[in-house]
């Protein structure tokens, strides 16, 4: 059984690590020491209260959303300044969680246009963390977040690593789009070690440079470290299955299970990952923005919403509510991020609903997660999830939109609308990132605004050839 946390443990913690300190007896990694305790006490309580919430009934879950929801709209009506002025020109009742269908969307457009207006008065923007995403939209975006928020996130990766069956010991091999040193891959090596039970993961792949010459690398290392969880992009793991497959590479240890993550995965790859790694899928679903976070648990692989991470609604084009079993929009209001609050936040992606009790839904399919990629010599592909998202450019915050084009092999043409700080300097950075991965020949084109499609759509990438 597990100590009950209390802040009255944690500050008996805190100052023993104090008491420590002042008499030399604690080495210089003392605040990281705090850091992680803290981490730990929080992670627990969310595993704890997401497990206790398995055995709430519908009408408990509900009243639980619904007195989160009413602290949200409260608090950023009394700490932010956007939210003040919005709720008093709608007329918005703080106290009546029916008025959330009163309140005008969130877009990146506003983010983009009220930065310091959304920011909550009770933090210094200096001690909020910068977070950007590129966007699947080709939309990017630059907001903030408070510590806090990240570490409730943290706690339901946590969550669904236990539904598994995960156990302290175990290993998570995770996949990322992050660069790799050139002297690290002169000698084949193409992964990071991580903190020692990371839920994201011990050890991190870097799909940025898998390939049929080094494939058989990744995997002997993959063997070597007998991970108990995989965790990380579709596409990737199904290349590594495929060779398993074909190679009939027998494991000689037991997957509990596999997360995938930030693609579309579809039922081919999910039935090839499964079968290579005789282990289940999970899915997952969240964003950047911590607005929302959606997994699967068993063999429906139904997505259901987490009651205490946002309010999820799913609605059609005119804004009514999606009837089961449609595809709609789907809106998110987070209840962790009070450091930039985002309420009725327009995701941008697609999802046909299963079920609905207020703001806690289950979902099947989602769309948005598109494995786009590009082509370069001898037709290899480039998943632009790890290309592009998977890097966080510096370059997201100085664009208004960009959009890739490909018409040949191995060249691509780059559209990007400027924003007012955009300068020759993120143009370098988005041309070497991309070419320290890929040899492409690249051109950029500055435009003054981006074709959409006829469903009124932004496509980050135009792929015009067809292998």
């Known amino acids: 059984m597990h100590r009950k946390i209390t802040m009255s443990v944690i500050s008996t913690k805190i100052n023993s690590l104090k008491k420590g300190l002042q008499k030399n007896r604690l080495s210089s990694n003392i605040y990281t020491k705090l850091f992680y305790f803290k981490t730990n006490c929080i992670e627990r309580k969310?595993?704890?209260?997401?497990?206790?919430?398995?055995?709430?009934?519908?009408?408990?879950?509900?009243?639980?959303?619904?007195?989160?929801?009413?602290?949200?709209?409260?608090?950023?009506?009394?700490?932010?300044?956007?939210?003040?002025?919005?709720?008093?020109?709608?007329?918005?009742?703080?106290?009546?969680?029916?008025?959330?269908?009163?309140?005008?969307?969130?877009?990146?457009?506003?983010?983009?246009?009220?930065?310091?207006?959304?920011?909550?008065?009770?933090?210094?923007?200096?001690?909020?963390?910068?977070?950007?995403?590129?966007?699947?939209?080709?939309?990017?975006?630059?907001?903030?977040?408070?510590?806090?928020?990240?570490?409730?996130?943290?706690?339901?990766?946590?969550?669904?690593?236990?539904?598994m069956g995960h156990k302290?010991?175990?290993?998570?091999?995770?996949?990322?789009?992050?660069?790799?040193?050139?002297?690290?891959?002169?000698?084949?090596?193409?992964?990071?070690?991580?903190?020692k039970g990371n839920s994201f993961g011990d050890y991190i792949f870097s799909v940025l440079y898998l390939n049929d010459a080094n494939i058989s690398i990744y995997i002997d290392k993959l063997i070597k470290l007998k991970p108990n969880i995989l965790r990380g992009y579709p596409s990737f793991f199904d290349s590594i299955a495929n060779y398993i497959?074909?190679?009939?590479?027998?494991l000689n240890f037991k997957i509990k299970g596999i997360i995938l993550t930030a693609e579309m995965c579809s039922k081919n790859q999910q039935e090839n990952i499964e079968k290579a790694f005789s282990s289940m899928v999970y899915f997952?679903?969240?964003?950047?923005?911590?607005?929302?976070?959606?997994?699967?648990k068993d063999n429906t692989y139904t997505y259901q919403s987490s009651p205490i991470y946002g309010y999820i609604e799913v609605l059609n084009d005119d804004d009514t509510e999606t009837k089961?079993?449609?595809?709609?929009?789907?809106?998110?209001?987070?209840?962790?991020?009070?450091?930039?609050?985002?309420?009725?936040?327009?995701?941008?992606?697609l999802a046909k609903i299963v079920s609905r009790n207020g703001g806690v839904v289950q979902l099947k399919p989602i769309y948005g997660r598109l494995q786009d990629y590009i082509i370069s010599k001898n037709n290899v592909k480039t998943y632009l999830t790890s290309l592009i998202f998977g890097q966080h450019f510096q370059a997201f915050s100085n664009i208004e939109k960009w959009q890739i084009i490909q018409d040949k092999a191995n060249k691509i043409e780059i559209l990007i609308i400027k924003g007012a700080n955009y300068s020759q300097n993120d143009e370098l950075e988005i041309y070497d990132k991309i070419r320290k991965v890929v040899a492409l020949e690249i051109t950029f084109k500055y435009v003054n605004s981006i074709p959409i499609t006829k469903g009124g759509k932004h496509l980050f990438l135009k792929q015009n050839i067809k292998i």
């Open 46 to 163: 969310v595993v704890n209260k997401l497990k206790k919430i398995e055995n709430y009934s519908e009408k408990d879950i509900f009243n639980l959303q619904n007195k989160k929801l009413l602290n949200i709209l409260k608090y950023a009506y009394y700490n932010t300044e956007y939210y003040k002025n919005l709720f008093d020109d709608n007329n918005i009742n703080i106290n009546c969680s029916q008025d959330l269908k009163k309140i005008p969307f969130l877009s990146k457009e506003i983010i983009k246009n009220n930065p310091s207006a959304l920011i909550s008065k009770k933090f210094s923007k200096k001690y909020l963390s910068k977070k950007n995403t590129g966007g699947s939209t080709g939309e990017p975006l630059v907001f903030y977040s408070n510590t806090h928020s990240g570490l409730i996130d943290y706690g339901h990766h946590t969550y669904l690593c236990s539904l």
């Open 168 to 195: 302290k010991g175990d290993v998570i091999l995770a996949c990322g789009g992050f660069s790799i040193p050139q002297e690290l891959r002169d000698n084949n090596v193409f992964w990071k070690k991580m903190r």
């Open 245 to 250: 497959l074909k190679n009939e590479i027998e």
């Open 284 to 296: 997952e679903y969240g964003h950047t923005e911590i607005s929302l976070y959606c997994y699967t």
């Open 324 to 349: 089961i079993g449609e595809i709609g929009n789907i809106v998110a209001t987070g209840f962790i991020n009070t450091g930039m609050p985002f309420i009725r936040y327009r995701t941008g992606d």
